[in-house]
């Protein structure tokens, strides 16, 4: 894709911990704030956002491993480094 423009292309799995109050104010921060989500739920009426805050509550409910009732979730994601010629 970037051909001759790129001198080099390195990639590294990495590893970040969603960690925020609770799983309801994570629901609430990425319900105000960041654009996907916000679309989502601004597409939906209200037995709509309901059932997709739900959804989200139960995945994090799968994932969290915090013991307290803050929210620590962890995901695997790529780094991408490309370097322009």
Same mark, same amino acid.
């Given at each position: 894709?970037?051909?001759?423009?790129?001198?080099?292309?390195?990639?590294?799995?990495?590893?970040?911990?969603?960690?925020?109050?609770?799983?309801?104010?994570?629901?609430?921060?990425?319900?105000?704030?960041?654009?996907?989500? +916000?679309? =989502?739920?601004?597409?939906?009426? *209200?037995? /709509?956002?309901?059932?997709?805050? &739900?959804?989200? #509550?139960? +995945?994090? =409910?799968?994932?969290?491993?915090? *013991?307290? /009732?803050?929210?620590?979730?962890? &995901?695997?994601? #790529?780094?991408?480094?490309?370097?322009?010629?």
């Amino acid at each position: 894709m970037f051909g001759n423009a790129a001198a080099s292309i390195k990639s590294e799995r990495r590893n970040f911990v969603f960690r925020y109050r609770s799983p309801e104010h994570f629901v609430e921060v990425f319900k105000s704030y960041y654009g996907p989500m +916000l679309k =989502a739920f601004a597409a939906l009426d *209200e037995a /709509g956002q309901q059932g997709l805050r &739900s959804d989200l #509550l139960a +995945l994090i =409910a799968k994932m969290n491993r915090a *013991e307290d /009732g803050t929210m620590a979730v962890p &995901s695997e994601y #790529l780094e991408v480094v490309i370097t322009k010629r």
